[in-house]
């Protein structure tokens, strides 16, 4: 489990850890707009493109040795990376890790599924959600105390650099605490060729626009949207033949059940509100109110500390609470979000961003409540045989959604910036706005599943009453 969560934090950390070093990359490799986006974006788009492929061949034919091999080409790349004499060298790094990202990451949640009882997943999953909170917050404040530490010109290289000894250690470790697969009856089972390139080229045509939303000039990029989504349906009615005759790469039943189908539309809504922030906000900070990258890093730490004590807490305490719990959380973000957009009101200036740490840490806290807690019961219905690809299903629509959340939040962000003459507080608080509306989305989402859960419960109570009573 330590070995797992530590390349779930190297793998997680490298989507934000980018974002406080783009200048001094931009500076150093002389790179166009568009080659920074591709930097920062291309490392999302990779990472989704693999996760549910790489779950469904770790199911089939042993997790342990895929995530060594994906964690061996991880900490390569990100040597690559942090070597890059050129734009295009570090473009192609970046893809390379962010597959090699998505073959480790569903590999994660599968030997959760794998090693411990239902009953004792609350726990581990805790400190999942716990290291993908810290993961996302933290990234910012390492990249900008690296940079601080090493200097601008050669500080970002250290962001990758910082990957080799630990994915090295973790690889040694993996041999010697992750347990091997011990049997071989699925080893000849199909891995769905068709269906891995109909769900890839689907994710990349939907993906593809949203991450290069500012780039692309014009409506015709969404052209692609509505090819990847045709696509989708076409990938839909080619796994309901094929699970006729053989495991499809994705149980298209599982969505019938409630706490997977509902879960997986959380995790999507949230992740397309709750990582927007991180975007929007540290460039608020460094551009419009001059922060350092240290001290922008530093300010978003409230969220990060109060994401990482919940969600350890949310892990040992959802199988008591269930859903409630996660609405709860949801309610908390939506309020933390509200409360730094009226903290950033009533302080204005360089003083803003520190009179926002209480309500971010008041969002933390609920993030902590809600990405743990979710993926307990989204998961906890499934069988063991299929975690990886399930949990790679749940982790492509947390990617779907960010890319989602970043394209219209950034959009709303840079068009408020451009009507208002480079107003950074009025952009930041619109976009806030929109980013506080998909969490509650997530919301309604959550209460929804709530209610659902108690009339069932009910009319089960209704039934077992209205049993004739037997007297032995």
Do not use: C
């Not at 549910?52 to 040597?79: K, M, Q, Y």
């Not at 608080?429 to 929804?448: E, K, Q």
């Amino acid at each position: 489990m330590s070995v797992a969560l530590v390349a779930g934090f190297m793998t997680l950390l490298d989507v934000s850890i980018v974002n406080v070093a783009l200048p001094s990359i931009r500076a150093d490799l002389d790179l166009s707009s568009g080659g920074l986006q591709w930097v920062l974006s291309g490392y999302a788009l990779t990472f989704g493109l693999l996760l549910v492929p790489a779950g469904r061949f770790g199911d089939a034919r042993g997790r342990r040795n895929v995530f060594i091999a994906g964690l061996a080409v991880f900490t390569l790349s990100s040597a690559a990376a942090g070597l890059a004499t050129s734009a295009l060298w570090l473009i192609v790094a970046r893809l390379v890790q962010g597959a090699a990202a998505g073959v480790v990451n569903p590999q994660v949640s599968g030997l959760i599924q794998q090693l411990f009882r239902p009953a004792e997943r609350g726990r581990p999953f805790g400190l999942l959600g716990a290291t993908i909170g810290i993961s996302t917050a933290v990234g910012p404040l390492l990249g900008g105390l690296l940079i601080q530490v090493f200097g601008a010109e050669t500080g970002w290289r250290w962001i990758f650099f910082i990957n080799v000894p630990i994915g090295a250690a973790a690889i040694l470790l993996s041999y010697k605490w992750i347990p091997a697969r011990r049997d071989d009856q699925r080893k000849h089972e199909s891995l769905d060729p068709v269906g891995v390139v109909l769900l890839g080229v689907a994710v990349l045509l939907v993906l593809l626009p949203l991450v290069e939303e500012r780039e692309w000039q014009g409506p015709a990029k969404w052209l692609l949207l509505v090819a990847g989504l045709v696509l989708l349906g076409g990938f839909l009615a080619w796994e309901r033949r094929y699970a006729r005759r053989e495991t499809p790469l994705i149980e298209l039943n599982l969505f019938k059940v409630r706490s997977y189908g509902l879960g997986a539309l959380i995790g999507l809504l949230y992740f397309a509100g709750f990582t927007t922030l991180f975007f929007i906000y540290t460039l608020y900070l460094q551009n419009g109110l001059r922060y350092s990258a240290l001290l922008a890093g530093l300010a978003i730490t409230p969220f990060a500390l109060g994401s990482a004590g919940a969600a350890a807490l949310g892990g040992r305490i959802v199988n008591r609470y269930g859903r409630p719990l996660v609405a709860l959380g949801l309610a908390l973000v939506a309020a933390g979000l509200a409360g730094t957009v009226l903290a950033l009101d009533l302080v204005p200036g360089t003083n803003g961003g520190w009179a926002a740490a209480l309500p971010l840490l008041v969002a933390g806290l609920g993030s902590g409540l809600v990405i743990s807690p979710n993926q307990t019961l989204t998961l906890a219905e499934v069988p063991v045989e299929r975690a990886g690809s399930a949990g790679a299903v749940l982790q492509t629509g947390q990617r779907i959604g960010t890319a989602v959340g970043i394209a219209v939040v950034g959009a709303v962000f840079f068009n408020r910036l451009a009507s208002t003459n480079n107003d950074w507080s009025s952009a930041l608080r619109t976009a806030l706005l929109v980013t506080i509306g998909l969490v509650l989305v997530a919301l309604a989402a959550a209460l929804a599943d709530v209610v659902a859960a108690r009339r069932a419960a009910a009319h089960e109570n209704r039934g077992a009453d209205r049993e004739p009573q037997h007297v032995g």
